[in-house]
Nanobody
Framework: QVQLVESGGGLVQPGGSLRLSCAAS????????MGWFRQAPGKQRELVAV???????DYADFVKGRFTISRDNAKNTVYLQMNSLKPEDTAVYYC?????????????WGQGTQVTVSS
């Protein structure tokens, strides 16, 4: 198991930047993957970015070139650097960890952090 705590959300103007952090309660070194999802009002939760235990990253098309996911195993923390933010990036951003338990991947979620992009 793992507890995840997000931070770094807030209000930013279009074109601005934010860095989200996700602090885990245990070592993330061996966690199968960690990622960021987001959910806007009235919409389904969607994948934003993911990073594997080996450091391989993948991004949703709508954030490629603007967002960067990274991990610091020494700090048990995953980051999401968000640049060139747009109003449509407004959502609650959730940290996700997938932990392998035998042949099953279990999902763990943080409580979410609000990101609002508005002038």
């Amino acid at each position: 198991q793992v507890q995840l705590v997000e931070s770094g959300g807030g209000l930013v103007q279009p074109g601005g930047s934010l860095r989200l952090s996700c602090a885990a309660s245990r070592s993330i070194f061996s966690i199968y993957s960690m990622g960021w999802f987001r959910q806007a009002p009235g919409k389904q939760r969607e994948l934003v970015a993911v990073i594997s235990s080996g450091g391989i990253t993948d991004y949703a098309d709508f954030v490629k070139g603007r967002f960067t996911i990274s991990r610091d195993n020494a700090k048990n923390t995953v980051y999401l650097q968000m640049n060139s933010l747009k109003p449509e990036d407004t959502a609650v951003y959730y940290c996700n960890a997938k932990i392998l338990d035998g042949l099953r991947l279990n999902n763990y979620w943080g409580q979410g952090t609000q990101v609002t992009v508005s002038s």
